[in-house]
């Protein structure tokens, strides 16, 4: 299994910026997460393998959105009215086979497979 994240850059406080995701055959729930430097990796985003659930971290509720395409296998994170605490490496993941369609989980320890980092750089 091969993920793949692309679309990080440079942006302004206030831009907008939509990271993708390579995820070709995987039916299941899918989410993103963000390490800033010296900080722990941590929770950003997840839907469901359905694409009918997600769920957000209070820091990005109402500014991210995440999506999927399972026909092109493609996940994707809109991110708008970017922030300078935004600036972080991101990492698209896929959870562990779960039978429950509705499956949004938000811990590391619940994905299985990890795609290289894409590094949003947000300025003020």
């Known amino acids: 299994v091969q993920l793949q994240a692309y679309g990080g850059g440079l942006v302004q406080a206030g831009d907008s910026l939509k990271l993708s995701c390579t995820a070709s055959?995987?039916?299941?729930?899918m989410g993103w997460f963000r390490q800033a430097p010296g900080k722990e990796r941590e929770f950003v985003a997840v839907i469901s393998r359905g694409g009918d659930r997600t769920s957000y971290a209070d820091s990005v509720k109402g500014r991210f959105t995440i999506s999927r395409d399972n026909a092109k296998g493609m996940v994707y994170l809109q991110m708008n009215t970017l922030k300078s605490e935004d600036t972080a490496v991101y990492y698209c993941a896929a959870a562990s086979a779960n039978p429950n369609t509705i499956w949004t989980p938000k811990q590391k320890t619940s994905y299985a497979y990890w795609g290289q980092g894409t590094l949003v750089t947000v300025s003020s």
């Open positions: 055959g995987l039916n299941r729930a």
